[in-house]
Structure formats: structure tokens, C-alpha cells
């Protein structure tokens, strides 16, 4: 398993949330996509929706399995990448790049605090996958 | 050795008991309460297959066919002639006995007829989408409805008064365990509010007559509720298609269409949408797609909609549908195709006006309905048509719905292809007896 | 037509096989003056039919039919769907023109064959069952499920309780959640203990007066018979809740045990699965839901009853719940299941479960070595086992599925249920002898030795079908769900 990208903090749930310049890109981690096999649709709010942290954000289909994504931070949804929508491989192909979600102008930058940071998560994953079998 | 469907002899039964390492085949069911074991049935002795035959037979001959006896019933089920290439080919046991196509290598045969049923649908309807079919007209209808409530967010459901008023009480039971509110709205009564999820529309209505679908339109969308259309099938062979005139969600009867009457049953609901609303659509759709070396073949897709996989959250619990059915209505629209079918509902059309005109000119008998019909209209005959039926009865004829309920001395007739001149001829003497 | 050809079959619709101008059938002339048509503006432009010729008809659908896997053609051990055979007479029964050319709204004196029909079925399925009253409305499984649940709504609302949670154990099919949030109630899961049964402690503390009922599938979906049952039964009802049976597995105890007789008070069954209906590619089925006496004032409309004259008639239950399907149900299917239950009797209908219950416990005994059985019991109809020796390898239970496909054998249910890891669920039926139960313990045998020598060999399966994998991944992300014209593309 390859570290996670430390310009970044995560959730136990999987998602992770980077801060930018007034705006937080929102994605699923690499241990994410890879749980749920070939993504073919996410449920995501339009631009202009509130969201609260830890609270649900939305849906990501596989296959045969839907999952709940959960909101990394506060905030106003202003914008969905509209080509992982289009094509949702692109999240399994570059969950950290190309693969992003949506974009988030934060309520309170302040709860990047409370997210894991990338050697916490890394340390979570390890003990999932160990749980595994 | 009373069951002939079981190969198993006593000897194999004795080498899979030592296998198994039981003593008994009793033992097996060890886990059974025993005061509860062994009730004993009491069920009539088995029946060999000549016997079986034999009193089956004799209970169907307790029944009159309508093959051999004049019929002017519709109301939701009509009969059609059934070319026989539907039942050969539904009867082929690689059809009939395999199961929902789960695994798409070895089920080709099964999920290419339901792409193939789901695209007939669509160009039937004049729709983007279609599933691969629901139990019944009713049901569908009932479905369309919960659709609607999940995707306006509304609570109350709206139905013009002239819905088949069974598919109304099938919709109030569903409707029932949302306690959504059901209102029946006459065409001209109060309007639709913003609190309406939908409004439903049968076309040509239940009495046989064509709504003012482009005015009932207008009226669901200024509300923001979904237009719900529920055509009879037949009448697509030459009618506008509900695609055409801002239909949301299309539901119907699919019977018509090379489905034997049987009783009321099995038949298979068709079910309609646009493609926004796909991910909400109750049951299974098929998709194209390709196999590793490039082929092209189909598979159950967006299923995680369905109950195997969102579960309490699925767009409907609907599981095992009405496949077989789907494939004879497959089969039977290849057949007709684009001339046959259209003939038959023209067939239909001109035969129950020569009926409807000729009835019409008999002493005591008129149309209370104006406008335009298909192969349904209302006679209002001078007694009761409880009483007409009767007679035709004794006449060697089945007449048509008493509908009295809804309009005064009403009856619904219906012809199709299938009731040839002199029969509609011996209807009408039959009625001028009667109601002389 | 060749294999490749065969093997193609899914590039050519039935659009792109016709020609203009051709049809299969004929039809006769207008006999009847030509009335004047509606207005132009009422009227299709066009309709966009195939136009194919009979004999073309014929051959794609007898080729396409060729495509497929079935119990006619082989062994279909898929679980929890009681894949039997079906009887051949059955299907002449059900066309027969008494039957099959009836009308569902003729006069009654006219079906009173049909209604005398579905009158004796009422009665036999009541008394397998041990219930009091029968209802035939339900057209599937499914169907016959929220049947119930709606009529329980109904019962508890008639005596003004308010309850509005379901309980289903974890090992649940999908369709008894989806089920319950339909009928508008909320679902509450119960966890299953370490032997397969019901987690009584998990029961008790689930238990309280906001609870309807508690919907249990038995044998379930392990198939195992919950050991602790009677007592379920009575902690169900001193809550004053009602016990639900999903009897999609009533297979297993034809004539062994009544349902009633447990405790339950609702049942649905699946005529399509025990009582050996063609299962048609996914239906039509039929769910007749049997009660007894408390919930049978609340059973869906109609109910065939009998007059004092001996005349059948159809009545509507006092405070029944409605219709739930246009007509009276899936009366076709009422036809076969009623002959397949004159055609065996009682003791006929007994070797079913012995034979269903034998083969099974025959296929738990043949593989236990090679697959991994996560509960240590005998079984009752059908045996899951658990790939999870196999995924260390690296090999999945889809992998082993495919494989099957190879020798020649229909895959067991997979993933199902929920609560096994790698699940392999295995319900061979008591139609099967004990040579085809041989050969296909063989094919696992050697699947679960090539999952150790050459994996590879099961993750590129099927080598042998009409087709290879396809890209499920692919159809669900840009839907293809309908063929599309030249004229559109």
C-alpha cells in the first residue's frame, strides 16, 4: 500500500478534503475505490448546497454496491467535476487527481483540524486490511 | 415411488444416507420442533397423468370459452388473435425453464428478448426508457405513482375519474402503507395543487373515449406534478404515442399483446420514462455492453436500484416479474411488425364503430359519451344492463362491463379484430330483442 | 447456424434482420363498412416496428433461445430458487381454451370451472400451510410479501395500534427490506447467532410495542431450520407482534411441518419455486399469501368463496386491505400448481422434501472437505458454503461460479446471503438423481483443485460459453437500454 498524499486530511469514512485558496477539493481515498470495484455513478449535491461535516454528502455506485460518502468539512458545494461524473473511472483511475468530487467553500477552514492526517489514515487502512480475512 | 419428477430410487437413497452418515432420511429434519413434525396432509390421492389430464379437462370445459362463444368484454383485458410463432416460441423450454438471467454468459437468449422488449416498448410509447416489465397494468401504475412521489418530493396523488377504477383501488393500496393521499379529479373539477405528485391519465379513458391529453398536460406541468399516461397498447397501432404529447412516466396493460386472457392472469405491465428519471424507475432493465473478446451482449445493469442490492432503500421490492409474458408481447410486435399492427387496431377501430353506429339505431338503445373512441364505447341500454347481459346469456352471447355505477344504464362494449360481422350483427338483433 | 454466428447473435436486433414490406402474419379483410377516421392530429406518423417474415422470426428466437442455460437443459442448483422441473403435461393443461380463453370479467355462472379451481387450491395450500385462509391475488414472491405486510398494517390499524417497525434478521433476501419500507414501515435489522439461528438476545431487546412483526424466512436463507423457533414465536406474540414466514423455501418441509402449526401467522408462497411452475426467465410467478383466522378479514380482494347453492363466488374480505392486481392473479400459473399438487398428493408432496433435503445434505457431505461450511449443521434444502479458502488464493466465488460454467453446470447463488463470506449457495432440488449430484460435486472438486494450481484458469472463466465476461462495468456507466434507429444514432 502506497502512503496516502500528505497535502491533505481524511475521514474514517474514507473521503479526503484538500484546502486551496477559499475552496476545499473533495474526493474518495485510493482505498476507497479500490473496496468498491468499478464506480459507475455518483448521487452528489448541485453547486449551492450546504453540507455539514460528517454528515451524509452523497452516493457512489459500483457495480453491485452503493456506498454513502460523508461530508470531510462544512460548507457550500460550488462546484462537481463534471467529468468524473461522465466518467466515473476516472475515480478509480486517479482518485487524488482527475478524480476529485466537488469543490467546497468551507464554513470553518478550522475543522481540517479534526480530519486525519495522511499517516493516521494510512495507519487505519493498514488495520482494515489486516481486518480483512 | 409416487413422484414421477424424482430419479432418486432407494438405493440411491441408502448410499447418500451413508454418505451423509445418517441412518434416516427422517433424521435430517431432526431440527423440527417434534410435537410439530409429521402433521400429515390431507389432500385428494395423487392423480396419474391420463387422470390429471382427463379432470382438468373437465374443469376447463366448466368454463365458456370465448373461443367459441361471442364475447364483447374489455375493460383492461381484450381479445386478440395470437399468431401461433408467440406460444411456439415461449413454450421452448430454454425460455420457459430458466431463471431470472443472472448470469449473462449462459442467459443471452433471455436478456437479448428483454433489450429487444424494452426497446419495442419505447418506440411504442414514444418513450426514452422502458423496463423489462411489472405484474400487470395496475401494479405498474401503482409503482409509477410512488415514483413520482420520490422524485417531486409530493405527498398526494391525482387521478382523473375515468381511470379503469381497478387500477385506482390497486393504486389506494399502495398508496395505503405511504398514507399519500389519493384525490380522483373529474376533467373539469378542481385543479391540481403544488402538492401533487402526479396526475394520472388513461388514454383512450375507461369507458373507451380519448382524454384532451395536450390540455390535461398543460394542466399536471403548471402544477410541477408528473404526467402519468396509461395506454392501451392496441391503440398505439394507430393512436399518437404518450412520448409525443410531454408524457413522464408511460404505464399499461400489456396483455393485449400476444398474452393469452386466462382468467385475468399472468399478463405484464409496461413501464415507461424518460431518461432523467431512469435511476428512480422501479424493476430490471437490460443494457448492450461488450465481452472481453469484443462481442456484443447484454447484461442486468443499474441494478443497484433494485432490492437485491439497496434493499430497504430499492425503488420497489419487485423480484421475479413477468418475463415469459414480455416475450410473447417480444414476439408477438416482430410478428405483426409495422403494417400488422397497425392494421389490427384499425380492424379494431372500424369494427366497434359499425358496432357502436348499428347499436346506436336500434330503438332504446344511445351513446351517452361523445368523441373520439377506439375499440371501447358506452351503450346506454333501456334496462338495466345486468338484465341485457342476462339475456344475451341465454343468446349464446357474453355482452359487454355493466357500468351503470358510473353512467346510468351504461354498459362498456368492446370489439376487437376477433368478432366477426354477423357476430356483431347477433349482438345487435339480440340487443333489439331485449330491449323491445 | 455455425457457433460463431451463434456467438454473435447480440449484434443483430430484430430491426436490423427485417426488410420493408415484410410481415409474418396475415390478416383478413375489413369486413364491416370503414368508418371515417379520427382527426389526423390523433393519429402516429409513424410506427417503428420490425418487419421480419415468420420464418425469420422463428430462427432468431429459436437461436436466441439457444443462448441460454435452463432446467430443461441442465442443472440449475441455484439457491433459494427451487430450480425443479417442470412438468410438460402442465403447460397443455394451462392452454387448454377452457382456461386459457376465459375472460376475467365474464359473467360468473360462465367460470365456474376456474373459480372451483382456484376455490380447491385455496383450500390445499391452506392446508399445507396449517392456515385458515388463502389468498391467490399476489402475482409473485415479492408481490405476495407486501401482501402480507399491508394486511398486518391493516389487522394492527383495525385495532387501533400504531406499530411501525419490521424486524428481519440479517440473513434476509433483499426484497423482504424493500418489502417493508414499501409498505411504509421502517426496517430493523436482527443479527443471526453463531449456529445460524436467530440471535434471541438480539430479538429481545428488538422486541417492544412499537414493533409489527418480525418477518423470518424458514428454513432461511442458510438453509437451516431456526432451532429456536418456538420460542421466537412466543416472544413475538407476547409483544403482541405478528410472526411473518417468508416460505420461499417451503420446499423443504412439504408435508414434514405446517407452518401454522410453528406459530406463524402469515405466510406467502412461491408457487413459481415448491409447487414447480416454469420460472419463464424471471417470471410470471404467483405469491398466494395463507393467514390464519385474525388476518383473514384483511386479505386482498377477491376471494373465492363458496355460496349456499355450492355456487362459487368471488367475495371481498370485510376489511380487506384491496386489490392489488387489476384481476383475481396469475390464474395460468394457479392451473399448474394446482395439477402438480393433484398430480403427487400427500405423499407425494412428502418425497419432494425428503429428496430436496437428501440431495442437499449429499452435495454438504461430498464438498465439506474442499469448501469451507461456516455452520457446523447438517442442512435442510439447500448448503452454503464459503469461498473464503478460495480468496486466499486469490480466487473469488465468482470466479468459482464461472467456472462452473465450463462443465457445463448453471452457478450456485453467489454473495447470497449476505452474512457468509464468499457465499456459495447450493439448492440442488429433489428433481435432480444422485449421477448428476456425482458429476457436479466432481466439477467442484476439481474447481476447488485448480483455485490452487492454476487460478488463472477460474478468473478468465467461462472459456467454454456463448459468450466470455462481460463489462457490467461499462453498461452501467453509459446505459445502453434500447436499440437505437439509424435515423436516431
Aim: with cysteine.
Amino acid at each position: 500500500m502506497t502512503s496516502s498524499p500528505k497535502d491533505r486530511r481524511y475521514t474514517k469514512e474514507h473521503e479526503w478534503a484538500r484546502l486551496g485558496d477559499g475552496e476545499a477539493m473533495v474526493g474518495i481515498t485510493d482505498f476507497a475505490q479500490e473496496q468498491l470495484g468499478d464506480l459507475v455513478y455518483f448521487d452528489l449535491p448541485e453547486p449551492g448546497a450546504q453540507v455539514r461535516q460528517h454528515a451524509k454528502l452523497g452516493e457512489v455506485e459500483s457495480v453491485k454496491a452503493v456506498s454513502e460518502i460523508y461530508a470531510p468539512l462544512s460548507g457550500e458545494v460550488i462546484e462537481v467535476n463534471q467529468k468524473a461524473m461522465d466518467s466515473p473511472e476516472l475515480v478509480n483511475q486517479d482518485p487524488y487527481g482527475e478524480g476529485w468530487l466537488l469543490k467546497v467553500r468551507p464554513a470553518d477552514a478550522s475543522e481540517m483540524d479534526s480530519l486525519l492526517s495522511a499517516e493516521d489514515y494510512d495507519a487505519l487502512v493498514a488495520t482494515a486490511e489486516g481486518g480483512q480475512h | 415411488m409416487s413422484n414421477p419428477y424424482v430419479p432418486n430410487t432407494d438405493g440411491d437413497r441408502r448410499a447418500m444416507l451413508e454418505r451423509i452418515g445418517v441412518a434416516s432420511v427422517d433424521a435430517l429434519f431432526d431440527d423440527i420442533p417434534a410435537h410439530c413434525r409429521n402433521p400429515g396432509l390431507t389432500l385428494p390421492p395423487a392423480l396419474s397423468e391420463m387422470e390429471l389430464a382427463r379432470e382438468l379437462a373437465q374443469m376447463a370445459a366448466r368454463n365458456r370459452s370465448i373461443a367459441e362463444t361471442p364475447c364483447f368484454l374489455g375493460a383492461g383485458a381484450y381479445r386478440h388473435f395470437i399468431p401461433s410463432v408467440v406460444d411456439y416460441v415461449i413454450r421452448q423450454g430454454a425460455f420457459a425453464t430458466a431463471y431470472t438471467p443472472y448470469q449473462p454468459e449462459i442467459s443471452q437468449g433471455t436478456l437479448q428478448s428483454i433489450f429487444e422488449f424494452q426497446s419495442l416498448v419505447c418506440e411504442l410509447t414514444g418513450m426514452d426508457v422502458a423496463n423489462a416489465g411489472m405484474y400487470d397494468g395496475a401494479s405498474a401504475l401503482a409503482e409509477a405513482c410512488l415514483m413520482a412521489v420520490r422524485i417531486t418530493g409530493r405527498e398526494r396523488l391525482a387521478l382523473l375519474s375515468t381511470v379503469n377504477p381497478s387500477y385506482q383501488r390497486v393504486v389506494r393500496t399502495y398508496a395505503e402503507g405511504h398514507a399519500l393521499p389519493v384525490d380522483v379529479m373529474t376533467p373539469d373539477g378542481p385543479a391540481l395543487s403544488e402538492k401533487h405528485a402526479c396526475l394520472v391519465v388513461q388514454q383512450p379513458n375507461f369507458f373507451g373515449y380519448l382524454e384532451d391529453v395536450e390540455e390535461l398536460e398543460r394542466r399536471a406541468h403548471a402544477a410541477g406534478a408528473l404526467y402519468i399516461v396509461v395506454p392501451e397498447p392496441m391503440s398505439l397501432g394507430m393512436f399518437r404515442p404518450p412520448g409525443e404529447y410531454g408524457a413522464d412516466i408511460v404505464v399499461a396493460e400489456g396483455q393485449a399483446l400476444g398474452v393469452p386472457l386466462s382468467f385475468g392472469g399472468p399478463y405484464v405491465g409496461l413501464f415507461a420514462t424518460r431518461r432523467e428519471h431512469i435511476r428512480q424507475m422501479p424493476g430490471r432493465l437490460v443494457g448492450q455492453t461488450k465481452d472481453v473478446d469484443g462481442r456484443t451482449g447484454y447484461v442486468l445493469t443499474l441494478q443497484t436500484r433494485e432490492q437485491h442490492i439497496r434493499r430497504e432503500r430499492a425503488t420497489s421490492n419487485i423480484c421475479t416479474n413477468e418475463q415469459l409474458c414480455a416475450l410473447a408481447a417480444t414476439v408477438y410486435l416482430c410478428a405483426l411488425g409495422k403494417q400488422g399492427l397497425r392494421r389490427v387496431a384499425e380492424l379494431c377501430y372500424h369494427k366497434a364503430h359499425y358496432a357502436a353506429e348499428r347499436i346506436a339505431a336500434v330503438p332504446g338503445y344511445s351513446l351517452p359519451l361523445t368523441g373520439t373512441f377506439f375499440q371501447e364505447f358506452v351503450v346506454r341500454c333501456p334496462r338495466p344492463p345486468r338484465e341485457v347481459n342476462a339475456a344475451l346469456l341465454e343468446r349464446g352471447i357474453i355482452g359487454g362491463l355493466d357500468v351503470s355505477e358510473q353512467i346510468d344504464g351504461g354498459m362498456l362494449l368492446c370489439v376487437t379484430e376477433m368478432n366477426g360481422r354477423e357476430e356483431v350483427d347477433h349482438l345487435v338483433d339480440a340487443l333489439r330483442e331485449i330491449g323491445a | 447456424m455455425s457457433d460463431g454466428e451463434r456467438r454473435d447473435m447480440g449484434s443483430k436486433l430484430s430491426f436490423g434482420r427485417g426488410r420493408p414490406g415484410r410481415t409474418a402474419v396475415t390478416l383478413p379483410d375489413c369486413d364491416v363498412p370503414l368508418a371515417e377516421m379520427p382527426s389526423p392530429s390523433l393519429l402516429r406518423d409513424d410506427l417503428p416496428l420490425p418487419e421480419m417474415s415468420q420464418p425469420e422470426i422463428v430462427r432468431y428466437f429459436t437461436n436466441l433461445a439457444c443462448l441460454n442455460y435452463s432446467v430443461d437443459t441442465g442443472f440449475y442448483p441455484l439457491g433459494s430458487c427451487s430450480m425443479k422441473y417442470n412438468p410438460k403435461l402442465h403447460e397443455d393443461l394451462a392452454r387448454l381454451s377452457g382456461f386459457a380463453q376465459v375472460h376475467p370479467l365474464q359473467p360468473i355462472e360462465t367460470v365456474q370451472g376456474a373459480l372451483a379451481l382456484m376455490h380447491e387450491l385455496q383450500g390445499f395450500l391452506a392446508e399445507i400451510t396449517g392456515m385458515h385462509a388463502v389468498s391467490l391475488a399476489p402475482a409473485a414472491g415479492a408481490h405476495g410479501e407486501l401482501t402480507s405486510i399491508l394486511t398486518v398494517r391493516a389487522y394492527l390499524e383495525h385495532r387501533g395500534e400504531s406499530r411501525h417497525k419490521v424486524l428481519v434478521p440479517d440473513s434476509a433476501h433483499g426484497t423482504n427490506l424493500a418489502t417493508v419500507s414499501t409498505a411504509g414501515f421502517q426496517c430493523l435489522p436482527i443479527a443471526s447467532d453463531a449456529r445460524g439461528n436467530t440471535d434471541l438476545a438480539a430479538l429481545a431487546e428488538a422486541l417492544d410495542e412499537d414493533v409489527a412483526a418480525l418477518m423470518l424466512t424458514l428454513p432461511n436463507t442458510l438453509g437451516l431450520f431456526d432451532q429456536n423457533i418456538v420460542q421466537i414465536a412466543q416472544m413475538v406474540h407476547e409483544t403482541g407482534a405478528q410472526l411473518y414466514c417468508d416460505g420461499a423455501n417451503l420446499n423443504a418441509l412439504l408435508g414434514q411441518v405446517k407452518i401454522g402449526d410453528l406459530g406463524f401467522d402469515v405466510v406467502q408462497m412461491n408457487l413459481h419455486k415448491t409447487f414447480s411452475t416454469p420460472h419463464g426467465g424471471g417470471g410470471p410467478g404467483a405469491g398466494p399469501v395463507a393467514v390464519k383466522a385474525h388476518l383473514a378479514p384483511f386479505l386482498p380482494s377477491p376471494f373465492v368463496g363458496q355460496a349456499a347453492n355450492g355456487a362459487y363466488v368471488f367475495e371481498e374480505p370485510e376489511h380487506s386491505i384491496g386489490k392489488v392486481g387489476a384481476f383475481h392473479g396469475n390464474f395460468g400459473i394457479m392451473v399448474r400448481a394446482y395439477a402438480y399438487i393433484r398430480s403427487l398428493g400427500a405423499p407425494g408432496l412428502r418425497e419432494v422434501s425428503e429428496n430436496a433435503v437428501l440431495n442437499a445434505n449429499y452435495l454438504l457431505a461430498c464438498l465439506r472437505e474442499a469448501y469451507d461450511l461456516p455452520y457446523e449443521r447438517r442442512c435442510l434444502h439447500e448448503v452454503v458454503f464459503s469461498g473464503s479458502r478460495q480468496r486466499a488464493k486469490g480466487v473469488h466465488t465468482s470466479d468459482v461460479a464461472k467456472r462452473l460454467i465450463d462443465y457445463g453446470f448453471h452457478p450456485p447463488t453467489v454473495y447470497f446471503p449476505l452474512i457468509v463470506d464468499e457465499a456459495l449457495m447450493i439448492e440442488p432440488t429433489e428433481t435432480e438423481s444422485k449421477e448428476t449430484l456425482d458429476a457436479f460435486c466432481e466439477a467442484m472438486l476439481v474447481i476447488a483443485r485448480e483455485a490452487e494450481e492454476e487460478p488463472e484458469l477460474l478468473r478468465s472463466a467461462p472459456h467454454d460459453a456463448p459468450l466470455r465476461r462481460l463489462d457490467e462495468a461499462a453498461a452501467a456507466r453509459h446505459p445502453v437500454l434500447r436499440w437505437q434507429r439509424e435515423d436516431q444514432a
